[in-house]
């Protein structure tokens, strides 16, 4: 099958236009059209890794038909104890010799859990250790439970080590996985009928919506929606976390359209999370979303990046360093993004220079991101022999490349 003929498919899976597809790549519905049909030659690598990012191509060679170039793109290689923490997700046990931990203690260790992952650069390693007696044991303190408030109580924590595992498990080579993990912390966060509970489930569930591409769309608009609707009265008196997941939802609304190309909405929802940011403490930092005042000039960035305004995603940036993200993930994060940025705005040095930085601050993030991935990619066909080499050498720490 023809380059052209797979792009087509690839395109009409993600429920993604031809004008929509030109408009993200610079070019014409019918220069889309001629490449689908063979009417001109097959683009050079840095248009086809672009094609691969909007459509969400996992494997580089499921586009080209080329079985040497095997490239997973937003699928990073199967972290070593993937196997492990399926295990735990997947049993099903009936019968127990033990007592369940305590609330207090399923809390104690969820609150450590949470601080590994944002300060280890390993946080996929720390987390994926912790995750399979975390998954056991929050299952078996729902089982235990006694009296209904413990019973809701032992959801609201199971649910939270789902959300926990869904952050392990995105990017692994197990979709599968990834929607049995945000399924179940969606059920048990609304059995626990816990306002903060279910407005994480839902922020995680809109998002593994949003990456499925253009055809789920609607499904993450509708998760984020029927979240805030549903937090809202739960806002006046609402505790600080409550808030501040209303705020990440409100920014997950942004994104989405930011994704969609819909630049008044994006800002919008953007100014919105950032009004509800300011109603934070100044130093307050939301464990799992890392929603905070410090966050919002990293998610201007993104939103900036996502409609391809390169040279207001390089402004962002610059006001964006001011803020200090406490997060080495989410830190790791945000530099990826201003590399985007940088690509985006012709300055392709400076990119992989924040690529570099992004490493340094936590390279399994970057290692399993999709972005940072074509970037290198592209850049290791630079012609300029600097660049090129820079980028093989980074490559070559992703795994991209062999040693």
């Given at each position: 099958m023809?380059?052209?003929?797979?792009?087509?498919?690839?395109?009409?899976?993600?429920?993604?236009?031809?004008?929509?597809?030109?408009?993200?790549?610079?070019?014409?519905?019918?220069?889309?059209?001629?490449?689908?049909?063979?009417?001109?030659?097959?683009?050079?690598?840095?248009?086809?890794?672009?094609?691969?990012?909007?459509l969400?191509?996992?494997?580089?060679?499921?586009?080209?038909?080329?079985?040497?170039?095997?490239?997973?793109?937003?699928?990073?290689?199967?972290?070593?104890?993937?196997?492990?923490?399926?295990?735990?997700?997947?049993?099903?046990?009936?019968?127990?010799?033990?007592?369940?931990?305590?609330?207090?203690?399923?809390?104690?260790?969820?609150?450590?859990?949470?601080?590994?992952?944002?300060?280890?650069?390993?946080?996929?390693?720390?987390?994926?250790?912790?995750?399979?007696?975390?998954?056991?044991?929050?299952?078996?303190?729902?089982?235990?439970?006694?009296?209904?408030?413990?019973?809701r109580?032992?959801?609201?924590?199971?649910?939270?080590?789902?959300?926990?595992?869904q952050?392990?498990?995105?990017?692994?080579?197990?979709?599968?996985?990834?929607?049995?993990?945000?399924?179940?912390?969606?059920?048990a966060?609304?059995?626990?009928?816990?306002p903060?509970?279910?407005?994480?489930?839902?922020?995680?569930?809109?998002?593994?919506?949003?990456?499925?591409?253009?055809?789920?769309?609607?499904?993450?608009?509708?998760v984020?929606?029927?979240?805030?609707?549903?937090l809202?009265?739960?806002?006046?008196?609402?505790?600080?976390?409550?808030?501040?997941?209303?705020?990440?939802?409100?920014?997950?609304?942004?994104?989405?359209?930011?994704?969609?190309?819909?630049?008044?909405v994006?800002?919008?929802?953007?100014?919105?999370?950032?009004?509800?940011?300011?109603?934070?403490?100044?130093?307050?930092?939301?464990?799992?979303?890392?929603?905070?005042?410090?966050?919002?000039?990293?998610?201007?960035?993104?939103?900036?990046v996502?409609?391809?305004?390169?040279?207001?995603?390089?402004?962002?940036?610059?006001?964006?360093?001011?803020?200090?993200?406490?997060?080495?993930?989410?830190?790791?994060?945000?530099r990826?993004?201003?590399?985007?940025?940088?690509?985006?705005?012709?300055?392709p040095?400076?990119?992989?220079?924040?690529?570099d930085?992004?490493?340094?601050?936590?390279?399994?993030?970057?290692?399993?991101?999709?972005?940072?991935?074509r970037?290198?990619?592209?850049?290791?066909?630079?012609?300029?022999?600097?660049?090129?080499?820079?980028?093989?050498?980074?490559?070559?720490?992703?795994?991209?490349?062999a040693?």
């Open positions: 023809a380059f052209g003929q797979r792009m087509q498919i690839y395109r009409q899976r993600r429920g993604m236009s031809r004008p929509v597809l030109a408009g993200f790549l610079g070019k014409s519905p019918s220069w889309v059209k001629q490449v689908e049909t063979g009417k001109i030659q097959v683009p050079k690598l840095p248009t086809i890794l672009r094609i691969a990012e909007l969400r191509v996992r494997d580089l060679a499921d586009l080209t038909g080329d079985q040497t170039l095997h490239v997973d793109l937003f699928i990073g290689p199967g972290h070593p104890r993937l196997a492990e923490v399926k295990a735990a997700v997947d049993a099903f046990p009936f019968t127990t010799d033990r007592q369940a931990p305590t609330a207090q203690h399923l809390r104690h260790r969820l609150d450590r859990a949470w601080s590994a992952r944002h300060e280890a650069p390993d946080h996929r390693e720390v987390v994926g250790k912790l995750l399979p007696d975390l998954i056991r044991d929050a299952q078996l303190a729902v089982r235990q439970a006694d009296t209904g408030d413990e019973r109580a032992a959801q609201a924590a199971l649910s939270e080590v789902y959300s926990l595992s952050f392990f498990v995105a990017y692994q080579p197990d979709s599968a996985l990834l929607w049995r993990v945000a399924e179940r912390g969606m059920v966060a609304q059995d626990s009928e816990d903060h509970a279910i407005g994480v489930a839902a922020w995680l569930t809109a998002q593994a919506h949003r990456d499925s591409g253009p055809g789920h769309f609607e499904a993450a608009d509708a984020t929606m029927e979240a805030l609707r549903y809202e009265s739960h806002l006046p008196d609402a505790e600080d976390k409550v808030l501040a997941i209303a705020g990440a939802l409100q920014f997950e609304a942004g994104y989405t359209a930011a994704r969609r190309g819909d630049n008044g994006a800002w919008g929802w953007w100014d919105k999370a950032e009004k509800t940011a300011k109603k934070l403490p100044a130093d307050f930092f939301h464990p799992v979303t890392s929603f905070s005042r410090a966050i919002m000039g990293a998610h201007a960035v993104t939103v900036a996502e409609l391809h305004q390169g040279g207001e995603s390089v402004r962002q940036a610059a006001k964006a360093d001011k803020a200090v993200i406490k997060s080495r993930p989410r830190r790791a994060r945000h990826i993004e201003e590399a985007r940025a940088y690509q985006l705005d012709g300055q040095d400076t990119a992989l220079a924040t690529l930085k992004a490493h340094e601050a936590a390279p399994e993030t970057i290692k399993y991101n999709g972005y940072a991935r970037i290198v990619l592209e850049e290791t066909e630079a012609k300029q022999p600097d660049r090129r080499r820079r980028a093989s050498e980074l490559a070559v720490k992703l795994g991209l490349l040693a």
